[in-house]
């Protein structure tokens, strides 16, 4: 006997994520309350009621990030780095700017941004760049003031490894963590100085100097330092007044978007299982694009 057909429909599989769902579950990683007051984080474009199937992670909002977006059929961006940080009149297409925007209006993306929200979260920015380079025992470098019953939130992360290296061999395990870049790693300090206890800071740190000392780390890993302020902390650093103690850190400096990139993986993936565990479904994919702005060194010939 053949059994009757079933008229039933066949069972749907889970429902892709709205853009406002998308947006509430990076909100409980990274508030935009706990962004510096000076930032520009949040939605920058696109509908809360719109489907969200694809993301892509990147550190910039850049014309070839916004293609490969495109490419990959995306419907949410979300960068680091805020597209509009500083006010404008207009977004229209004539200006980089605006042709990102329209650009991604166009192709019904949306873009989000997660800055200083992202690098105070934990995990956040500095986690990642500290858990790459193997440092345990984690704590912010300058806590979250606004959140005292978090301790672990706040900028940069100081830690330890397991045991004490040659700074030169940690240079190399820092060369060996990041992307590459034509900048490549810079390093301030005696080569076969040893160091444990190490400080980071995603993106740009000398801000943090006064809380890298205070932390007792034996090297700063940190990108775009400064001359004066790198001159100063390598100074603190030096033999003086006959004793034999070093006062400040050694510098490690890396890409700005090298040390920020190392985030990105991270927390694709904690919003996957987020919106799996709430019975939905997205694809995030990582940006393979470097945006780092420099395409060339020339070393010097000087003597």
């Given amino acids: 006997m053949i059994p009757p057909q079933s008229s039933a429909e066949p069972s749907p599989g889970p429902a892709p994520a709205t853009l406002a769902e998308v947006m509430a579950v990076l909100e409980t990683f990274q508030p935009e309350a706990w962004a510096q007051d000076w930032d520009a984080v949040g939605l920058v474009c696109g509908h809360p009621d719109r489907p969200v199937r694809t993301v892509l992670f990147a550190v910039d909002p850049v014309d070839d990030v916004v293609e490969e977006a495109l490419a990959l059929d995306a419907d949410l961006l979300v960068t680091h780095h805020p597209l509009l940080l500083r006010p404008v009149t207009s977004v229209a297409a004539t200006t980089a700017k605006g042709r990102v925007v329209h650009r991604l209006v166009e192709a019904g993306c949306a873009l989000l941004v997660a800055h200083t929200n992202a690098d105070a979260a934990a995990p956040g920015v500095s986690d990642a760049l500290a858990r790459i380079l193997d440092l345990d025992d984690l704590v912010p470098l300058q806590p979250l003031a606004s959140v005292p019953d978090r301790p672990e939130l706040g900028l940069g992360r100081v830690g330890s490894l397991a045991l004490p290296e040659r700074l030169a061999d940690f240079a190399e395990r820092v060369a060996e963590a990041l992307p590459e870049t034509e900048q490549g790693i810079r390093v301030a300090g005696d080569p076969d100085r040893l160091v444990q206890r190490v400080a980071v800071c995603g993106g740009s740190g000398d801000s943090l100097f006064a809380e890298v000392r205070a932390s007792g780390a034996d090297v700063f890993v940190t990108a ?77 010939r000087g003597e």
């Fill in 224 to 300: 775009d330092l400064r001359h004066h302020p790198a001159s100063e902390a390598r100074e603190s650093a030096r033999f003086t007044g006959g004793t034999t103690g070093i006062e400040g850190p050694a510098l490690v400096d890396v890409a700005h978007w090298a040390s920020e990139w190392p985030w990105l993986a991270g927390c694709a993936d904690r919003l996957v299982a987020a919106l799996a565990a709430r019975g939905r479904t997205v694809v995030a994919h990582v940006s393979t694009t470097r945006t780092d702005p420099w395409s060339m060194r020339v070393p010097s």
